[in-house]
């Protein structure tokens, strides 16, 4: 074969009038030495003709299966040629179109070459730029969509955009035979990646899917992940099935196997049996030939004898020792009669006792089908229990889920109030000291000499203040790192994203601590300063003005930041609601794939129990059967009996008539003088 596929293309160069490529030529003579399957022609520059040439060639049946094209310089004419030439081969399952810049042309060959061909298994396109023609792109999808044979394909580096992921999406919908899909260093995007995951959700074919360097966020990522290995365990789950099934069919096999077998053996017996029968009735018809023809012998020696006796009484003498005779030949015929009834005794006797251990047997199998059957039961009832454990799991999860959530909304609303409440109290407190300054200020103008003692006063008043703050801090701090850990550790229970989440915004609150402790050691530096220069007040009372502005500045400043972080409050939790209701979205998509494997359990199961009402029918039908073969061997056995019984009716039949024939001879007449 690859003799002749080197012969086809140096013809069709010629015929063509175009020279042979020598590495194509150098490479076909490779492969025929080396007797492989791979036509590798990657690296090298194909022009037109030569792709002509090799399109004919390869459009019948070749010993091919892998057809290596990557890096060759391929033009969009040369690149249509040889795909067309493809469009009707059964043998090549393998195609690499790596690094060719393939267009809008290519895309097109592509989609119809998946569109007609059915032989094809994985096909590499990887550093193309399939993407950038929308339409063509469209129809490559529309064709991997027709496609039934297509497991492997690779799309990498073909700048593929979000509107082609969402043309790939809808192909992947339509299909069922893809099951390795590589879509890597493409700038597919987030709405690409929300498309696609919305179609692997309906299919349930791909279990491997490369998806790096395209811009996805990570939730979306591992949402694809765990979408494809919802796949993996789906076709491990009809894996198993199906060998199950297997199991199930060759133990059905075999139990049938065993039925017919013991049908034959049956059938067999009860042919013996009949054999036997006819062999007793051919021995007792000759038996009774033989009786007959000794009483016709009889008969016509009495004839004789009475004619003898008639003649002389010497014959009287030789009547009497016939006589004699005739008695000792009837007593040994009733000795031999005696006999053939003990040994047809014997022989009924073996025949009960055959019949009775064929019983035997036949119950012992009976009792091991019947334990088969309890086995096969058994196993339905493990299925089904296992079957309803798992909806109980999936039942205890969802309870779960919902107690969390329903947690998680109460605890956001009681922060949401806790941090209400203290806004309220930081405000009013930044109120109070406002108002406090400035009566401080207006106490200062007024009185200098009593500002003095007011100043003392109100230094210990702040004192007592900050320490109320400090302490106010701290508890708000414990009550905060209380609630953010229980939040934490729930929150952690659920998904391991959220805690890290969780983990980042204390960090930033602690941060913010840490700036507000500052501040506040910052305010206690001031306050200092101002026990420092109560003595100058008087001089700088413009200072003290100035310095008023800017605890004025730095109490807007937190404001400020009060709002931002009730802003980041609020934007943490839509995003955590967000985030919910995208992982309550894939819990329900996880409940619809286990729906669908509940379904199939449920068809399994009810193909298992069909499969036992069969088998229980052709028990029964066995049954009936054994029944029937019984009574015919009861009503063989009362036939057989009543035959014997007629012999000995018939025998006794003619014992009498000879008796009374011997008594009402002539000789008895003789006798009678001589007496």
């Not at 004919?56 to 969009?76: G, I, K």
């Not at 491997?208 to 796949?231: C, F, R, V, W, Y």
């Not at 103008?445 to 003392?456: D, F, G, T, V, W």
């Not at 203040?465 to 609630?483: D, F, G, M, N, P």
Request: hydrophobic residues 35%; glycine residues 4%; charged residues 30%.
């Amino acid at each position: 074969m690859m003799e002749d596929f080197r012969r086809t293309y140096l013809r069709l160069c010629k015929d063509g009038g175009v020279e042979p490529q020598e590495s194509v030529v150098v490479q076909l003579q490779e492969i025929r030495t080396a007797h492989s399957s791979t036509l590798d022609l990657s690296g090298q520059s194909l022009s037109a003709d030569t792709c002509t040439a090799l399109a004919r060639a390869l459009q019948q049946d070749t010993v091919f299966t892998e057809l290596l094209l990557s890096d060759c310089m391929l033009s969009e004419e040369s690149a249509k040629i040889l795909l067309t030439g493809l469009f009707d081969n059964t043998t090549v399952k393998v195609l690499d179109l790596k690094g060719n810049n393939l267009r809008s042309e290519g895309a097109e060959v592509l989609g119809k070459l998946l569109a007609c061909n059915n032989t094809l298994r994985r096909l590499v396109l990887e550093w193309n730029a399939l993407g950038v023609w929308e339409e063509a792109f469209s129809l490559f999808c529309d064709g991997l969509a027709s496609n039934i044979t297509l497991t492997a394909l690779d799309l990498r580096n073909n700048q593929i955009n979000h509107q082609g992921a969402s043309q790939l999406a809808l192909a992947l919908r339509r299909s069922s035979a893809l099951q390795e899909l590589d879509l890597r260093w493409n700038n597919i995007g987030l709405l690409g990646g929300r498309a696609l995951l919305e179609a692997l959700q309906k299919n349930k074919s791909i279990i491997q899917l490369k998806m790096a360097g395209n811009n996805i966020p990570s939730d979306i990522l591992k949402a694809l992940e765990q979408t494809t290995g919802h796949n993996t365990e789906r076709q491990s789950t009809l894996r198993e099935s199906h060998s199950k099934t297997q199991v199930l069919s060759k133990e059905i096999q075999s139990l049938k196997q065993e039925k017919g077998r013991q049908f034959l053996s049956l059938m067999e017996t009860i042919a013996k049996q009949k054999e036997e029968i006819g062999q007793t009735n051919r021995s007792t018809s000759v038996q009774i030939g033989q009786l007959q023809e000794a009483l016709t012998e009889r008969k016509t020696a009495i004839n004789s004898l009475t004619a003898k006796l008639q003649m002389t009484e010497a014959a009287l003498a030789l009547a009497e020792q016939k006589k004699q005779s005739m008695g000792e030949l009837l007593s040994r015929v009733k000795a031999e009669k005696e006999e053939q009834r003990e040994q047809q005794s014997r022989l009924r006797k073996k025949e009960d006792e055959e019949s009775t251990l064929r019983e035997g047997k036949l119950h012992k199998e009976i009792q091991d089908l019947m334990e088969r059957n309890v086995q096969l039961r058994n196993k339905v009832e493990e299925m089904e229990r296992r079957c309803k454990s798992q909806q109980q799991q999936i039942f205890e999860l969802k309870q779960e889920l919902t107690n969390s959530t329903a947690e998680l909304k109460m605890r956001l609303t009681q922060a949401e109030d806790r941090l209400e409440a203290e806004k309220r109290r930081s405000k009013q407190v930044l109120e109070d000291v406002e108002s406090l300054h400035q009566k401080e200020i207006e106490h200062i103008n007024r009185h200098l000499e009593e500002s003095e003692r007011a100043l003392q006063e109100r230094i210990f008043k702040l004192e007592g203040q900050r320490i109320q703050l400090e302490e106010e801090l701290s508890k708000t701090k414990a009550a905060s790192v209380t609630e953010k850990t229980q939040a934490v550790e729930e929150l952690g229970r659920t998904i391991a994203q959220i805690r890290q989440e969780e983990q980042e915004r204390v960090t930033s609150l602690e941060e913010k601590l840490r700036s507000v402790r500052s501040s506040m050691q910052e305010m206690q530096l001031r306050s200092s300063q101002q026990k420092q220069t109560v003595s100058d007040l008087q001089a700088k009372n413009g200072q003290q003005s100035i310095e008023m502005d800017g605890l004025r500045r730095r109490i807007d400043e937190l404001q400020q930041e009060l709002s931002g972080k009730d802003q980041e409050k609020v934007a943490e939790v839509s995003r955590v609601r967000v985030e919910l209701q995208e992982q309550i979205g894939v819990l329900q998509a996880e409940r619809t794939a286990q729906g669908g494997l509940k379904a199939k359990i449920s068809a399994l199961e009810r193909e298992i129990k069909v499969m036992s009402s069969n088998h229980r029918e052709v028990l029964l039908d066995k049954e009936s059967e054994k029944s029937s073969l019984l009574e015919k061997l009861r009503l063989k056995e009362a036939e057989i009996q009543r035959m014997r019984e007629d012999e000995a009716h018939r025998a006794s039949c003619l014992q009498s008539a000879i008796l009374a024939y011997t008594q009402g001879s002539p000789l008895g007449h003789y006798s009678s003088p001589n007496k």
